[in-house]
């Protein structure tokens, strides 16, 4: 597979798209409905952008980077070529009928506008419904990351659901002291060397065993110290987020 | 000041006093409750390990490492010699007592048990009831920090607040996530580099502009999906987690 066409022009179209193209691979075609960054991108990796869903008959594979609703849109125009998703949380029979071979390619990775991402340590996930276009994707994703890896689907969602844990809501949380820090002018980048250290401790032990903090201490004196802090400055949000957390967290020590 | 006498023998106490004994501070002695912890840390910093809390004339400084419903128990049997605590979340005053001079020394970290943590990046907030002590302890923090900062109670105690949330919650998320992937036996490990891009982003941008995931983008069918997949799997509470943040994360977005 050394042909290939791509389906939206977002952030994983644009990393995949130009990390496959860096790699001698020939992107035959964008298509998006976002005229300014599927021209972009179709620039990029020295393309064309299409504003109709035309395939070039020179494609081997195509890779669908839309939001996942409408996938299953974009799935009933395809006939007879091989065609993947890049989504972490649909199933793989959304593409049944697209082609004999199809199949997911799901990064796990969170992507920033503007930044291209490096590949090479990210793990890739693979499914296909056919052991000979298993071991293609293999090769073709090879080229981009040292971390290919196949999964199923019920694998998959159980990834993509604890990366929104590991990633998304903890960024949320980062962004929650951002701001209790911005009313004091105080910069988020002070707890730097703290959440470098947390990550670190997380892959060197295991975060089961490294929980600290008020709550795995069952220090009652401080937490309520805290949830009068965020009252008085009317979180209430945060209140609910931090009494919930630190519940779950002093319920689980009691279970050892 | 240069003869310093420790309260406590836990994570904290070993940390401080090590890294000031390795940057020639003598340590007068070692007073805790835990004779085995405080016998092995008063070997290592060369010094005497007391059952009794017991002072030597030398000492100059007295640093407090203990829970901090122990801090005021302890400050009234300390009498005219100068005392810090190193709580986040507790008040200067609780030491009013001791001597002319007290304060707070309160770095900004989480200890592991048996890991020595290397001081130079740590930042350590330093608060004083006077100028003179205030410029002391700097000096004397400075020889193990290269990142010294004063900051008043109110500060201090947003900051340690602010840490919960971006340490302790963050590490209770990954706990999450390594539980949820340990039923298909799965490594957590497979999550490092997504985690470790989401704290190189949060500092690199900020936090509250690199929200991602299926909440931000009002992406109901994924939600609904992962709510399924816990309750099926009933982790009621982290279903409970998932649904809080999520709903907070999409309110957040309709203010912008």
């Given at each position: 597979?050394?042909?290939?066409y791509?389906?939206?022009s977002?952030?994983?179209?644009?990393n995949?798209?130009?990390?496959?193209n860096?790699?001698?691979?020939?992107?035959?075609?964008?298509?998006?409905?976002?005229?300014?960054?599927?021209?972009?991108?179709?620039?990029?990796?020295?393309?064309?952008?299409?504003?109709?869903l035309?395939i070039?008959?020179?494609?081997?594979?195509?890779?669908?980077?839309v939001?996942?609703?409408?996938?299953?849109?974009?799935?009933?125009?395809?006939?007879?070529?091989?065609?993947?998703?890049?989504?972490?949380?649909?199933?793989?029979?959304?593409l049944?009928?697209?082609s004999?071979?199809?199949?997911?390619?799901?990064?796990i990775q969170?992507?920033?506008?503007?930044?291209?991402?490096?590949?090479?340590?990210?793990?890739?996930?693979?499914?296909a419904?056919?052991?000979?276009?298993?071991?293609?994707?293999n090769?073709?994703?090879t080229k981009?990351?040292?971390?290919v890896?196949?999964?199923?689907?019920?694998?998959?969602k159980?990834?993509h659901?604890?990366?929104?844990?590991?990633?998304?809501?903890?960024?949320?949380?980062?962004?929650?002291?951002?701001?209790l820090?911005?009313?004091?002018?105080?910069d988020?980048?002070?707890?730097?060397?703290?959440?470098?250290?947390?990550?670190?401790?997380?892959?060197?032990?295991?975060?089961?065993?490294?929980?600290?903090?008020?709550?795995?201490?069952?220090?009652?004196?401080t937490i309520?110290?805290?949830?009068?802090?965020?009252?008085?400055?009317?979180k209430?949000?945060?209140?609910?987020?931090?009494?919930?957390i630190?519940?779950?967290i002093?319920?689980?020590d009691?279970?050892?």
């Amino acid at each position: 597979m050394k042909n290939i066409y791509i389906i939206g022009s977002g952030k994983i179209a644009y990393n995949i798209a130009s990390s496959l193209n860096e790699n001698q691979i020939n992107i035959t075609g964008v298509y998006g409905r976002n005229i300014e960054t599927g021209n972009k991108l179709a620039k990029k990796v020295n393309s064309k952008f299409y504003k109709e869903l035309k395939i070039p008959k020179i494609t081997d594979l195509i890779i669908i980077c839309v939001p996942d609703d409408q996938i299953k849109i974009i799935a009933k125009k395809i006939n007879k070529i091989a065609t993947v998703h890049t989504s972490g949380s649909s199933d793989i029979k959304l593409l049944k009928n697209c082609s004999k071979y199809y199949g997911v390619v799901w990064p796990i990775q969170t992507f920033t506008n503007n930044k291209k991402a490096n590949f090479k340590k990210i793990p890739i996930c693979i499914e296909a419904n056919n052991d000979k276009f298993k071991d293609d994707l293999n090769k073709l994703f090879t080229k981009i990351s040292n971390n290919v890896i196949n999964f199923n689907f019920k694998q998959r969602k159980l990834i993509h659901l604890s990366a929104v844990f590991s990633s998304n809501f903890s960024n949320y949380l980062y962004s929650i002291s951002e701001e209790l820090l911005s009313d004091e002018k105080i910069d988020f980048i002070l707890l730097k060397s703290l959440i470098l250290e947390t990550t670190n401790n997380a892959f060197k032990y295991k975060p089961t065993n490294n929980q600290t903090g008020p709550a795995i201490r069952k220090d009652l004196g401080t937490i309520k110290k805290h949830l009068n802090l965020l009252s008085k400055k009317k979180k209430n949000k945060y209140a609910k987020i931090y009494s919930l957390i630190s519940e779950y967290i002093m319920e689980n020590d009691d279970e050892l």
